[in-house]
């Protein structure tokens, strides 16, 4: 098992250097030059000349990428070209704040997905599994920042129980959370309710009957288990979006994260921090596929872990 | 084996288990009758579909409902029916007094569960056994069953046994709790022939140890002739022929009898083809008013399309379920060369 950890460690390493090329170039092919937006409307050649200068933006695209690399590799994400500030600090300060609304936002897709799969699951085509089913879609198919609006519109606006946006105690998360974490708990329960109807018409399911086992103990130790293998993947996919979600939600609920700084840096063409925000995100997600990974052989044995 | 002529241990009377779906009522299993002794072996054969496996899954109630639904009849299990129980006091009797071994050992083990845990779980569910208790029973039992190292198989997950392992730890399952009444559904029919051997014995010798009752399900007539004491034979949802074994391969009566061993490859004859019985088996949508063998029967005389026989006891015990057998048919040398 360590040994697989450390492989899939260091399988990671060319993920990060492919993500720091993409975004370094796909940056080059936005409009916009950073050296005239930081000097500024109205400021001279000269100006703009000197800063391109002062920033190295003058040298060949390799050679500022590779220039970018080393130091990446070293710990260096550079300073953000709007405050100079060190892009490392900056990130630091906002990625917990992220990684708590991620946390909290995949809580609620887990529990509420897989409690809904399984109540659907129960009884297939009843009414209550209907009901679980159709609200589901709705979960699937409303757009996030609509979503979040609705939220924010009724407990914050009409029933005044929840803060309206800002990040400063657990009540705050809630209504983040729930926007960022509905999509995803209504494809969890799909894809729960699914799996576990697929599970119940195994025959090891029969068996377990055929042995006089309680329902409900044929249902959480005998189907549930089996049926988690496919959940664990989506709920893996499922971070993906999510850590994209963060993008929209923090801006509509106003919470200083990861995805708002990049969101923001992008638009100031702030290189150095989209680079180091991206790569950061990207981390992140590379890190959350491992621990899926693990869980998804800890579930299924099956699986060598080769 | 059999015993002498005690009171039976389950009796199946007038059963009908009935699928009800979308294109109409499918009676896969139509009134049948048998009894079983303790210590008893008896065999239910027939071709696919005849309705073997819905019986056997009918008595242990777990047949998939809806769409399935035992429509009529009585399992009487030591004078209690096991069709009109509450849920609760069925499943005490599942796993407990009547187990079950499977068609399919590749399937029918939970793939995430270590064996010996899924031998334990009955254990500590029907005998109250503590965890630890259930477990040195689950180890003894694997070893019961002949599998070597059993304290490191228990320990072991489905995929890490080969077939002929995974079905002796269904029998060890199904025998966890010394039932006395076991069935076996088609049991051998997925593993090889070396081991279907091994199995078989396996499941005479625990049966001539615990005295158990053994209902063995198969579509193989070698299974048959190895194993049963008394056979029934299914055809369309029905008993067609009951008798003991020997009766049945010595002289069988009923004319899908006959035209089922006729079928069988004889090693002692130089055959160029090998024996079919013509037609094809009616839908159980729809099934005959008469016999429901009577359009593929070489002997069919009218009456057996319009009115189906009962199963009658002949003078020597053997059952049969054929209007050859009755006052009613006229060709009666016919009869009498069967009888014989």
């Known amino acids: 098992m360590l040994m697989f950890i450390v492989r899939r460690l260091m399988q990671t390493i060319p993920v990060i250097i492919g993500v720091t090329f993409v975004v370094f170039f796909i940056m080059q092919l936005v409009p916009g030059d950073p050296a005239v937006l930081l000097a500024g409307e109205g400021a001279s050649k000269e100006t703009i000349e000197a800063i391109r200068e002062q920033l190295g933006l003058n040298r060949p695209l390799l050679v500022q990428y590779f220039d970018y690399l080393t130091s990446v590799f070293r710990g260096d994400f550079g300073v953000s070209l709007k405050n100079s500030q060190p892009v490392l600090d900056e990130i630091l300060v906002r990625l917990p704040i992220t990684i708590e609304l991620a946390f909290f936002s995949i809580l609620i897709t887990i529990v509420l997905g897989m409690a809904a799969g399984i109540i659907s699951a129960i009884k297939p085509y009843s009414l209550k599994d209907t009901t679980v089913m159709i609200v589901a879609l709705l979960g699937i198919s409303l757009p996030s920042f609509w979503f979040g609006l609705m939220l924010m519109y009724f407990f914050s606006v009409k029933l005044q129980i929840l803060p309206v946006a800002g990040w400063d105690s657990i009540l705050h998360v809630i209504l983040p959370a729930l926007t960022l974490g509905a999509g995803g708990a209504a494809i969890v329960a799909r894809m729960t309710r699914s799996s576990m109807l697929d599970v119940i018409r195994q025959d090891y399911i029969r068996t377990a009957r055929a042995k006089g086992v309680r329902e409900s103990v044929i249902i959480y130790k005998h189907g549930l288990r089996n049926a988690l293998i496919p959940v664990i993947t989506v709920v893996g996919l499922q971070f993906g979006a999510l850590l994209g979600g963060t993008v929209i939600v923090e801006s509509i609920f106003a919470i200083n994260g990861l995805g708002r700084m990049i969101v923001d840096s992008i638009r100031m063409r702030d290189l150095p921090m989209v680079q180091g925000g991206v790569l950061v995100a990207s981390l992140v997600f590379v890190v959350v596929n491992l621990i899926v990974d693990v869980l998804y052989r800890f579930f299924n044995k099956r699986i060598e872990l080769n | ?340």
């Open chain 2, 1 to 340: 084996m059999m015993t002498e002529n005690n009171k039976p241990i389950l009796e199946v009377k007038g059963l009908k288990t009935h699928f009800f779906t979308k294109r109409g009522v499918s009676k896969a299993v139509d009134g049948i009758d048998f009894n079983l002794h303790k210590g008893e072996t008896l065999g239910i054969v027939g071709e696919s579909g005849c309705g073997k496996s819905i019986t056997s899954l009918s008595i242990l109630r777990l047949i998939p409902s809806p769409p399935g639904k035992i429509a009529g009849g009585q399992v009487l299990f030591k004078g209690k029916d096991l069709v009109t129980m509450s849920e609760d006091e069925m499943r005490k009797v599942r796993g407990n007094e009547i187990s079950m071994i499977f068609q399919e050992p590749m399937t029918s083990l939970n793939p995430v569960l270590p064996v010996g845990e899924q031998i334990a779980e009955a254990l500590r569910m029907h005998q109250k056994m503590g965890r630890k208790a259930a477990w040195e029973k689950a180890v003894e039992m694997l070893k019961l069953v002949g599998i070597p190292s059993p304290e490191k198989r228990a320990k072991q997950e489905p995929f890490q046994l080969s077939g002929g392992m995974r079905q002796r730890v269904m029998i060890a399952m199904a025998l966890a709790c010394t039932p006395e009444v076991l069935i076996a559904d088609e049991p051998t029919t997925a593993l090889d022939v070396t081991i279907q051997a091994q199995i078989l014995e396996l499941i005479k010798d625990l049966q001539n140890k615990l005295g158990m009752g053994v209902i063995m399900i198969t579509h193989d007539l070698g299974v048959v002739a190895e194993t049963c004491d008394t056979v029934a034979v299914m055809y369309a949802g029905n008993i067609i022929e009951h008798a003991p074994t020997e009766k049945i391969f010595a002289n069988p009566r009923h004319p899908y009898t006959q035209g089922l061993l006729d079928s069988l490859p004889k090693i002692h004859e130089d055959q160029e083809e090998l024996q079919t019985i013509e037609g094809s088996v009616p839908s159980p949508y729809n099934m005959p008013a008469g016999c429901r063998f009577a359009t593929r029967c070489p002997h069919q005389q009218p009456i057996c399309h319009e009115q189906q026989p009962e199963l009658i006891e002949q003078n020597d015990g053997v059952k049969v379920r054929c209007w050859m057998y009755t006052d009613h048919w006229t060709a009666k040398s016919v009869k009498e060369e069967a009888v014989k």
